[in-house]
Structures are given as structure tokens and as C-alpha cells.
């Protein structure tokens, strides 16, 4: 099947490895992989905050870009759910417009949730091994796209994995986009609860999906001193199927 | 406005009410005299449903109102005596509140509390008002009971006072198991089937004793309401009997 | 007068308006402790919500929601109907209906009733309507002695201070502070005791009880078709408030209907669940208008004074379905924010939590509540907690939306987003942009070597203050796609 990638701004520019190994994930489970060039964001930095006429232009252009295929995935949960749950919002139901988001939404995934949920892909078929300790951060609209049990099941797939719970585990590590600089004293003491959480793992890996909980959380630790690795399911998935060939990809 | 005399009989107090109305339906952009043409949503059983009526009811009652805090007694008809006695005997009650729609169950108590001596308080005496918050005990029927959540069910009226199940200390209720329904959706179904008077304003779902967790959500029983509750189930449909 | 006028400036339900967060967030992230007591508290209540819920529901837990949300949401469609067929019924009952337009309407109609009726001493159950109007002080100043029976509320009001939270007022307070209220305002001695401290409580008011000639009450549902006004409570204090005294006033929002008595199972069955994990609240009081000529006890009045106060402004936008709430309190133990200022009054309303967040600035304007919708990281807990399934975080962002397009967001703000949206639109320029952004980021980290940037300016400067931000690393994914595959789309 060919699978069009919406890479997202925030994995594009800051987590480049993550989008590779989304990309020799999907290749090595036999799809092929388009990417868009013209695409640039969903718009939900302007849904989120109140700017909607900008956020439906952006909706129409993603429109415009992706329609013409027949699977979209994204490593992006929080992007998959505004194109999913918000984009048909800023269109007044029963128009042609509405009808063409609302086919697109219907063939929009995040990556795990693709792998999960459309593919029914079982790790341990696949024959991977990865070998260290982890601990899994499940982003909040991850959650919200009701993929928290099964994102963790699908970790738990991994031969080799040495999983530590993460207490709290499903509690925001407040990012929230513009609220961690509108807001940075709650945003941070957020973050610094989950912080403590992940350190009280043990693990020396930290899984997660979200760019931007990525951002957050991986700043904190750093600015504590916390060592971590902090890497997506896929950049994961992609290592102990041994994708990576040579490190300029990493 | 109408100022009102000295009853409480004012009608027209605040906002006349087509005023008010029509502002709800200006905000809703209706019409007076709409109809609803939608079909009103029905409780979807197959969802909300937590307890099947093929259930051993007396059983799951029991299981649940002792989960809630309430203590579960026993007892064959003959038997009821003894039990009322044990339990006030070992909470000291020497004065007790009857208040009981089942007439021939009220006989029965009557004669029982008699026999114990214990001091029966008149709920329909003019003293009851400030009284009932001394009395050491309150005994009453019910209307139904539920197995879904352990609940009783008692609704006021000229037999039965809303002050004698709340106010004492210790509640008594006799249940019997013809009265033990499923679910709250079978007892909303069809309330007034249960009512032991048609007509009534008060009826209440009892769970448990009363209880608060104010204070850092440490649970504490027995804050405005009894403290105890006893039922004793009184088994109205076995064959043997 | 209105409700915001009549309070000085320290009442922090009833602040000075326009109401800006910054000082309230900025004390509660400065109390540690108080912020620990809270999280712990909401914490242990929400995992309880989650379990018993799933206990009972199993994996029909969110269709129940949903199913709960579409009654609600279908009475609210036509609650012009229901609320017509509540005061017929209510009044066949017996009961007298009266309708309140605002705050300072329904304090009026309630003193009134009290004053013709020569009440002197009121007991009140808990009730959040009757803090919406700011009800007790109005009765107080009227020469109406009112006590809050709620053993939270008590302490509260026995402390001159706020209820922080919707179902358990006290979640800011602890034994030692009821100690002390105790001993200072009710002459008894001194103990820490959470048990003994009950009993001091149960037998103050067990006399006033008996003294009191108002009850004052609140009301969870209202049922369309029988007149049934229905109070779910724990103590008992609202059974008594509703059986000893002659008189009882009912103060409900119009919000409160259910079309039908077999509905109401829906709601109790979550109701209890959500708030405090109960399978139903001790006890479920349902109030069919005042005592009948033959029943013992009950009071011999009943008024209900149904309110609008901001409501119908609510049913007229597209929030409509904020006035699903069933007032369970359940988003607020959900959610992160809450869980961090809540303890110290940071919503400046009556309503606080998510709940507040999107209802205050409805009810009272967004102009003058201008921070509210934006102290959210937007996370989604509130939504996955909320029993009638109301969409918070999306309505939060409509407020966030109604304050671009009537310009209440800074310009500033404004045109930042504006450029942004303009190279968002453009690939070219979007390509452009993040190269260039990307150059300075790593300019700026090249000062330490790390690859962080651990003071930057601007908005950048917030986030630095608390955490690092990363720098990109010099090739994008785009320049491995294109290397990868030598330009070509596919
Ligand atoms: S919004 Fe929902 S979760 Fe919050 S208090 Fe209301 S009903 Fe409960």
C-alpha cells in the first residue's frame, strides 16, 4: 500500500531520526512511502489558540496536499487527532468541503495506531529484538485516540525490553504547546513530576511518541541533570530490526 | 410582585414566567408551542443496566449493603424479636422510634419492644420535633430494596417520619425479600408501585450510614445521620415457611 | 447591585473584575505543601472514579457517558418545553415555583419567603448554586442566622473562608486548621481527631435542627414530568434540612432538568461513581413538593426558585453543552492544573477546575475572565473523566476562538500568529523559515556545547527558565527524504 507521510513541524525539524524511522518501518513491512512535498502543518497552533479561520485555511491546504491518498500516517498523535477530531469542526456539516474532511480524517493514523490497529502488526512475528530498560510516557492524545492499553500491550511485544512501569504514567507532562510559555511555572512543575516519575523508573530509556512531550521532557531532564535517552516507538522499533544502517541516519 | 402576608402563599415572586420562558426559548430559537417531534432518548438498558433480575436478589443485597457499611441480619418472623433485642441491647438503646407502614409488622415490633421494655417515643406527638434527636434508636420498614447497590428504599407518609431514620443514632430497617428489586432502573420504572401510600413527598434511597470525608478525606460514618445501620431481612418467600 | 459589587476585594470566589490569574497561580506554585495535599487528595479520587466505573461499566464505561451526555443534551435542546413542564408539575405537587433571572433576583425571592414566613434561623445544605449567588451572606445581612450544614461548608464558614472545590469544599485545609476553627469559634477542646472533630460538628448543629424554621437546599436533578426535585448527599444533613424545619426553599439552575423518573437511574448510577467512586450517595433524597396533610414531618412549604443567572446565554452558543454538568466534580480531580492551583482559589469563581474554567467566563464574561481558558495544557483528562461527556478541552479552545475574533487576545499575540499562519501557508517560505530558525537555535546552543539552549529570549525565555530547549540538529527529515530518495516525492 503507499502510505503518505505527514512528517509533522515539530519531528521534521527537531526529531528528524524519529520520521526516518517511521519511514523504514513502514518500507520494511512492504508499504511504500510518499512524502508530500508541499506539505507544512496541520494548524493546530492556531485551532488551539482560537485563531480558526487560519486553522481551516491550514485544514483546506492539508486537504489539497493529502487527498489524493488513500492512507495517511503521521508520527504525531496530537496532529492525528486535530485532523481527525477538529478538522470537520471548522466545516459546517452537510457541505461538499465537510464530506471531502471528513473522508480524509476517516484515513488519517498516528504511526502506532497504524501499526496497531490497521495492520494488526504482532513485534513478536516480526522478530526484533531490542535490549535495554525502558519506561513509556503514553502522550495525551494518544490517550485521547484511545491508545494508551494498547500502545503499552505493543511495547510489551518487544523481545528483549525490560519495561518499567512509569507511576502516574498517564497524567500530561505539560507541554500543552503555548501554555508551557503562557504558563511556564505550571507547565514546569508538571514537568518536573513527571520527571521525578520517569527517574524513579530506573529505566535508561524513555519512550515517547510526541514530539513535542519529547521537547518538554527531555529538556527538563537535561536541565535537572536526569540522564536519559528519549526516543519514539518507532526510532525503537526501527533499531532492534536493525533499520538504522549507518549513523548519518541517526 | 405580590408581597406575601404572613404564610408563604406569594405566587408571583422574581421573573413572571412566560418572561422567563421565552428567554430560554429565544435562546434556543423555538417557538411557544413547539412540541418535541425528536424521539426522547430512553435509558438503554443493555448499557446501564448493573443487575439482572435473574439474579439470587436477597443474596446480592445482602453482599452489597454489607459492602456499603450497613450490617445484614436474618431472621424468620418468629425470629424477629431476638434480633431487634440483641442489636439494641448491644447498643444500650433504651428508647426506640417505631415507624412502621406494614401494619401487621408494626403490630409485631410494638409487642417485641414492649416485651424489652424499651421505651417507645411517639413520632406523632407534638414533642417529637425536638425529641427525635434523643432518641436512641429508629425502626423502620421499607418501601423496596435494591440488590444492584445494597439500598433501601423508605418514602414518608402518616405511618413513617423522615426524622426517624435520619435523626437517631442507629437505624433498624426490617426488609423483607418479596420487596428486594434488581436495578434502579426497575424501581424508577415504576416508584409509585412501591409506595406503601400513594400521594407521599418524601421518599429516600439509603446506602450505607451517613458518612463524610471532609477532613482529608479520611472517611468518618455517623456525621448528620445514623451512624449504624442494621437491616434485618426477613425472608417473606420461602416455601418452608 | 450585582453579585461582583457587594464584596470587597478579598473574597477570592467574588474577586475584582477583570480577573487576572497571574498573582493566584503564583501563590499557589509558591505552597508546596498545599499544592502535595491536593494532588494526593484528587489523585486518590480520580483513580477511585476510574475504578469503580470500570468495575461496574467494564468497557461500556464510555457509551454509558455518552448515553448520560445525549439525555441531557436532547433536555437541553428543548428545555424550553421541560422547564414549562417542571413548574406545571412541581405546582400540582404543592410546591411553589418562581424563576430567577439573575443572582440578585434570586437572592430577593428567597429572603423575601423567609421574611413573610418570619423564619430567624436557616440550616443549608450544600449547594453550589446558592455560593453562585453569593445566597448566605444576602440572608445574614437580612437578619436571616444561616448555617451551613455540610460538615466542609461548616468549617468553612466557621473559618471565613472559600470552598475550593465543588464536592469537597475543604481539599485546601487540613485537621489541624478544623482544630483550631473549633476551639476558637465553638468553645471545645482542642482535638486533631477527624472523629471527635465530626462529633463536636454532628452535635452543634443536631439542636439547631430542631431550631431552624428555613431549610435551604440545593437540587441535583430536577424531573421534567413528575415535578420531583431529587438531593444526593452523604450526611444526611440534607434529609434533615428537608424534614425539621417548616419551610424549604429550593434552589436549583434551570440546567438541572431530566425529562423523565426512569432517566434518573442513568445519572445516579454515575453520578456518585464519578464524585467520590460510590456506587450511589448515601443517601438520595427525592422530594415530590411539600409534606401532605397526613404525613408526620416535612415542611409545610416548599418553594423552588429555578435560575437562569447566565444560563440561557450558554444555551445560545455553541458551549451549549457545558450545561450537561451534573457538578460531579470528577474533571477537576482529573485534571493537572487543578491539581497544582486549585488548592489555593486560582479560578476565581465559585466554579473551579475545567468545569470553571469554560463556565465562568461564560456566565460572567470573557472580558473579565480573560486567563481562564488558557491556564490549560489542554491534556484531555477532564474530557475521558466527565460522566455526561462533555468536550472541555474543545471548549476551552472555542473561548480561546470568541477571544480572537471579538480582539480581547492582545495585538501582539494576534500578529504573531497572523505571520506564523502566513508561512505556514507557504511551503517555499515555511522551508525557508525553519532553516533559518533552525540556524539560530543552534546558534544559540553552540554556547555551551550541549546541544540545549538553556536561556533564550522572548517566549523562548519561559520555557528556558524551567528547562532546556533542543537545539535542531543540522540535517531535517526533509534533507534525508530528499537524500533518500534523490528529491522525488515517492
Ligand atoms: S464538567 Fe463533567 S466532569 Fe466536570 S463537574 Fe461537570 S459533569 Fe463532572
Known sequence: ?250 | ?241 | MTVDTIHDKHDPLHPQLPYRIADSVNRAMGDVQLQQFVNAATTARDRGRVETCRDAFAERYDAVRRHAGDIKQHTLDHLDIYVEQFIDSATTAGAQVHCAASAEEARHIGIEIAKANECKLCVKSKSMVTEEIDLVSALEDSGIKTLETDLGEFIIQLDNDAPSHIVMPMIHKDRRSVARAFERELKTKYTEDPQQLTQIAREYMRHKFAQADLGISGANFLIADTGDVVLCTNEGNGGLTVSTPRLHIVYVGIEKIIPRLDHLPVFLKLLARSATSQPITVYTTILTGPKRELEIDGPKHMHIILLDNGRTDILRTDAREMLRCIRCGACLNACPVYRKVGGGHAYGAVYSGPIGAVITPLMKGLHNYPDLPHVSSLCGACFEACPVHIDIPRQLINLRRDMVTNRTMPLSGRLAYKLWAIVLKRPLLYRLASRIMALILRRMAQSNDSGWINKGPGPLGAWTAERDFPAPPSNSFRDWWNRHTGGQER
Open chain 1, 1 to 250: 500500500m503507499t502510505i503518505a507521510l505527514f512528517i509533522t513541524c515539530l519531528t521534521d525539524n527537531f526529531y528528524p531520526r524519529s520520521g526516518i524511522a517511521v519511514v523504514k518501518v513502514l518500507e520494511y513491512l512492504g508499504h511504500s512511502v510518499v512524502f508530500p512535498q508541499a506539505q507544512t502543518c496541520c494548524g493546530q497552533p492556531m485551532y488551539n489558540n482560537g485563531y480558526h479561520n487560519d486553522a481551516r485555511d491550514l485544514a483546506r491546504r492539508f486537504l489539497h496536499v493529502f487527498e489524493e491518498y488513500e492512507t495517511i500516517v503521521t508520527p504525531s498523535a496530537s496532529c492525528a487527532s486535530m485532523i481527525r477530531e477538529y478538522y470537520p469542526t471548522l466545516f459546517k456539516a452537510g457541505t461538499n468541503e465537510r464530506m471531502a474532511i471528513e473522508a480524509l480524517s476517516e484515513k488519517t493514523y498516528e504511526f502506532v495506531e497504524y501499526l496497531v490497529r490497521v495492520q494488526k502488526v504482532d513485534l513478536r512475528s516480526l522478530g526484533m529484538k531490542w535490549k535495554g530498560s525502558a519506561t513509556y510516557h503514553p502522550s495525551c492524545h494518544l490517550r485521547s485516540l484511545g491508545m494508551h492499553k494498547e500502545s503499552e500491550q505493543f511495547i510489551e511485544q518487544i523481545e528483549g525490553i525490560d519495561l518499567r512501569p512509569m507511576a502516574n504514567s498517564e497524567q500530561c507532562c505539560g507541554f500543552g504547546g503555548s501554555f508551557a510559555v503562557n504558563y511556564p511555572e505550571i507547565s514546569a512543575s508538571m514537568v518536573r513530576d513527571k520527571v521525578a516519575d520517569i527517574k524513579a523508573s530506573g529505566a535508561d530509556t524513555l519512550v515517547c511518541n510526541e514530539a513535542g512531550c519529547s521537547m518538554n521532557i527531555a529538556g527538563a531532564c537535561q536541565r535537572q541533570g536526569v540522564v536519559i535517552n528519549t526516543k519514539s516507538l518507532a526510532e525503537i522499533i526501527a533499531e532492534g530490526l536493525g533499520l538504522f544502517d549507518s549513523e548519518n541516519e541517526s
Open chain 2, 1 to 241: 410582585m405580590t408581597t406575601p402576608t404572613h404564610t408563604s402563599q406569594a405566587r408571583h415572586l422574581g421573573t413572571d414566567r412566560e418572561v422567563f420562558l421565552a428567554k430560554i426559548r429565544g435562546a434556543l430559537g423555538a417557538k411557544k408551542g413547539r412540541t418535541i417531534t425528536e424521539p426522547v432518548p430512553d435509558v438503554d438498558e443493555s448499557l446501564v443496566r448493573l443487575c439482572q433480575t435473574d439474579e439470587d436478589l436477597p443474596a446480592r443485597f445482602a453482599d452489597r449493603a454489607q459492602a456499603l457499611g450497613m450490617q445484614i441480619h436474618h431472621a424468620k418472623v418468629n425470629e424477629l424479636g431476638a434480633q431487634i433485642g440483641n442489636i439494641l441491647e448491644k447498643h444500650n438503646c433504651k428508647e426506640a422510634v417505631t415507624s412502621i407502614a406494614h401494619q401487621l409488622l408494626n403490630k409485631q415490633v410494638t409487642e417485641i419492644l414492649r416485651d424489652l421494655g424499651t421505651a417507645m417515643i411517639d413520632h406523632k406527638s407534638t414533642s417529637w420535633h425536638d425529641q427525635q434527636f434523643d432518641v436512641d434508636a429508629g425502626i423502620t420498614d421499607v418501601d423496596a430494596a435494591l440488590a444492584e447497590t445494597g439500598s433501601i428504599i423508605i418514602s414518608s407518609g402518616a405511618h413513617r417520619s423522615r426524622g426517624s431514620y435520619l435523626a437517631p443514632p442507629l437505624h433498624i430497617a426490617l426488609v423483607r425479600t418479596s420487596q428486594i428489586l434488581a436495578d434502579l432502573i426497575d424501581y424508577f420504572d415504576c416508584k409509585n408501585d412501591w409506595l406503601d401510600e400513594p400521594n407521599q413527598s418524601a421518599t429516600v434511597l439509603i446506602s450505607g450510614p451517613s458518612k463524610t470525608a471532609d477532613i482529608e478525606g479520611i472517611l468518618i460514618t455517623g456525621v448528620h445521620g445514623p451512624g449504624m445501620v442494621h437491616i434485618i431481612i426477613i425472608d417473606d418467600q420461602s416455601q418452608s415457611e
